[in-house]
């Protein structure tokens, strides 16, 4: 079936904060498990529309029928402000990729990600930024396919001793070529 990626409508909210905090929860992503302190940063997704783009990855649609259910969504951060943790002047950054496990492997994420890239490009901004937990191999892998390496200089530790690894894409016309973004 299709996978349609668009703004998430306010009525949406809550349930794309709480597959956010699912996602988190159940892949091991949170130290302190339901007692961690950033669960109430996912599930507010309110707050992420306002200040940032909350996207979301439904099922079908891209055909003009009926959309399904809720697959993915993720933030992006394409001027700056409050919700940008590693992106400079010109750059734009993403956050909270998340997808149903029920819904992986179909390329939601993918295109999720590829999203905020066209946005990125949209907006004329020469590098895509993110930061990440070093163990989520899948997610690596997904970010070096459409063109992302890592870059240490930018790794940032949120709390002392935890270490989230940057990684960036620059959106120079030949690298577009490249990786088809
Ligand atoms: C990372 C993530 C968003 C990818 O979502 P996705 O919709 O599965 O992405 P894609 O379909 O584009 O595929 C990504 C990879 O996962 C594989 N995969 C993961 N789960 C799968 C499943 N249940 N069935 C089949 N393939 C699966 C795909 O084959 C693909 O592998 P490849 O990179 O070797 O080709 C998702 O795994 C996730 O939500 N992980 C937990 C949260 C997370 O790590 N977020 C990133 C924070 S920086």
């Known amino acids: 079936m299709d996978i349609t990626i668009r703004d998430a409508r306010p009525e949406e909210y809550g349930a794309v904060g709480e597959l956010t905090a699912q996602v988190y929860l159940g892949d091991g992503l949170l130290t302190f498990g339901e007692a961690d302190e950033y669960l109430t940063e996912l599930r507010d997704a309110a707050r992420r529309a306002a200040r940032a783009e909350l996207l979301v990855a439904v099922d079908g649609a891209a055909d003009g029928?009926?959309?399904?259910?809720?697959?993915?969504?993720?933030?992006?951060?394409?001027?700056?402000?409050?919700?940008?943790?590693?992106?400079?002047?010109?750059?734009?950054?993403?956050?909270?990729?998340?997808?149903?496990?029920?819904?992986?492997?179909?390329?939601?994420?993918?295109?999720?990600?590829?999203?905020?890239?066209?946005?990125?490009?949209?907006?004329?901004?020469?590098?895509?930024?993110?930061?990440?937990?070093?163990?989520?191999?899948t997610a690596h892998r997904l970010y070096r396919r459409l063109g992302f390496v890592r870059a240490p200089e930018r790794d940032w530790e949120p709390i002392p001793?935890?270490?989230?690894?940057?990684?960036?894409?620059?959106?120079?016309?030949?690298?577009?070529?490249?990786?088809?973004?």
């Open 65 to 137: 029928g009926a959309e399904g259910e809720l697959l993915g969504t993720v933030t992006f951060v394409g001027d700056g402000g409050e919700l940008a943790e590693v992106a400079a002047e010109g750059e734009a950054e993403f956050r909270m990729l998340a997808v149903r496990p029920e819904a992986r492997g179909r390329g939601a994420g993918e295109a999720l990600v590829r999203a905020c890239l066209r946005r990125a490009r949209a907006r004329g901004l020469r590098r895509v930024v993110l930061s990440s937990q070093s163990h989520l191999h």
């Open 161 to 181: 001793g935890f270490t989230l690894h940057a990684f960036a894409v620059d959106l120079a016309p030949g690298r577009d070529q490249r990786h088809n973004i």
